[in-house]
């Protein structure tokens, strides 16, 4: 726990220095408003969209699974085996549309994928151990952390996400949380790259963007798709 905290820590002081260092550069960024204003909201309903995939992920699993011993397979498990580092990911790549050169999101899978990929070897190694066969089947069935094109369309949303289970865990918080992270930084950025900031506009992008991901989060999740 001590090594991966470190990692961690390690990870999100480079994230922190390497946003101020592109800051230094305007050039990196757009300079059209409009087209700024366009990846705010992309990256909102993207971070959005991964906040709420670790809260289904979380709450399902916290019903399904006593203290982690039992292999869960339903829910967000049953699109993908990791829903967790999916949700994180999305959230990562909505702050690279807010924050960063939008086309630095290769390097963010990079770096993702450098910090993760051992860790969730060594746990699915795991599951194999504690679940057998039973995982093995599992694991032909699903993808690791990105569905699959094929069976991600006859996904329905009200079958990957519980609302009672998604808001029983703390990571209910990350729903306010994420976005206020996201109005500083943006803010900052702005100052920064453009030498002017508008809070006013920033907050109607993000709001806007909340207000139509939640509207068409419900449409879907009402008609059970």
Request: a positive charge; hydrophobic letters at 50%; aromatic letters at 16%.
């Amino acid at each position: 726990m001590k090594k991966r905290i470190k990692i961690d820590s390690a990870l999100l002081s480079f994230i922190i220095i390497m946003t101020g260092f592109l800051f230094a550069f305007r050039n990196f960024y757009p300079r059209s408003p409009v087209l700024d204003d366009g990846l705010d909201f992309i990256g909102m309903m993207v971070l959005l969209s991964g906040i709420m995939l670790r809260m289904s992920a979380r709450g399902h699993k916290k019903f399904h699974s006593r203290e982690g011993e039992q292999l869960v397979t339903t829910g967000p498990y049953a699109l993908v085996r990791n829903p967790m580092y999916l949700g994180s990911f999305l959230m990562g790549a909505g702050f690279i549309f807010m924050v960063w050169p939008w086309w630095s999101l290769p390097l963010f899978a990079v770096i993702f994928y450098v910090r993760f990929d051992k860790q969730i070897v060594d746990e699915e190694k795991y599951l194999s151990k504690l679940a057998g066969e039973k995982y093995i089947l599992y694991c032909k069935r699903v993808q690791r952390i990105f569905p699959s094109l094929r069976h991600l369309p006859k996904a329905r949303l009200r079958k990957v996400v519980n609302l009672r289970e998604a808001f029983s865990t703390h990571e209910q918080r990350g729903l306010y949380g994420w976005p206020i992270l996201a109005v500083v930084l943006e803010t900052f950025q702005e100052k920064l790259v453009f030498e002017q900031t508008l809070l006013s506009q920033t907050l109607t992008v993000f709001l806007t963007a909340g207000v139509t991901f939640a509207v068409v989060f419900w449409i879907f999740y009402s008609r059970g798709k």
